[in-house]
């Protein structure tokens, strides 16, 4: 079975410019998670989405970040204009939801910005 | 410059020995819990989960022990092998949807 998808795997830019992110989740996930993970802060939480819908997006750190889930299979992040600060792999996860809460992660977009 | 960052705890265990993981959470209104596994350049990877009605929860090789009172959540795992090294995450879940992830204890397997 094919796992969260995620990509570009690795993204370097440069300060100022846009980046996208994308995530295909499990088929049959309803809910999907944006995670960002440096030395610094760990593993935290940027938003989250329920069939579709933003739930949680306190954790998105200014206005330069934004995520989308246009339907069931896709999410992007965005970021504009990208900041060396921004620099950190970002992580999508999927979880069935409801009471079954268990988060499956991708890869990872390991993301540079010099 | 002094280097600033999350510092994390550490284990050093002989192959073939028990390990055990500790971890401490802060909202006593969490509902459930769950370890994580991160190996190298990949994302975390569900080991085990435990909801609070329970005290303890056994998996292979894996066992979770949940103390509500004190707040703590520890992960024993039996006969440790090199494969089991790796960053291991507790994640509590403390509103619907939404879990938090504590700071990691890297284990390392020593042949």
């Known amino acids: 079975d094919a796992g969260v998808i995620q990509s570009p795997r690795h993204e370097v830019t440069e300060m100022g410019q846009e980046v996208t992110l994308r995530c295909k989740p499990i088929s049959g996930h309803n809910s999907l998670f944006w995670y960002r993970q440096t030395m610094m802060r760990g593993l935290e939480l940027l938003i989250y989405?329920?069939?579709?819908?933003?739930?949680?997006d306190s954790g998105m750190p200014e206005d330069r970040f934004s995520a989308k889930m246009p339907n069931a299979s896709f999410s992007t992040l965005k970021i504009q204009p990208s900041e060396p600060r921004d620099s950190a792999v970002y992580f999508c996860?999927?979880?069935?939801?409801?009471?079954?809460?268990?988060?499956?992660f991708g890869s990872g977009t390991q993301l540079s910005v010099l | 410059g002094e280097s600033v960052g999350l510092h994390l705890p550490t284990l050093s265990v002989q192959e073939g020995d028990n390990s055990i993981i500790n971890c401490a959470y802060s909202n006593s209104a969490s509902d459930y819990f769950i370890w994580y596994k991160q190996e190298s350049g990949k994302g975390p990877q569900f080991i085990i989960d435990i909801r609070s009605n329970m005290d303890k929860r056994q998996g292979q090789r894996v066992t979770v022990l949940l103390n509500k009172t004190v707040k703590h959540l520890s992960l024993q795992i039996a006969a440790t092998q090199p494969g089991d090294s790796a960053v291991y995450f507790c994640?509590?879940?403390?509103?619907?949807?939404?879990?938090?992830f504590g700071d990691g204890t890297t284990l390392t397997v020593k042949p």
């Open positions: 996860a999927s979880s069935l939801g409801g009471s079954v809460e268990k988060l499956f």
């Open positions: 994640a509590e879940r403390t509103n619907a949807g939404k879990s938090t």
């Open positions: 989405f329920n069939n579709n819908v933003p739930i949680d």
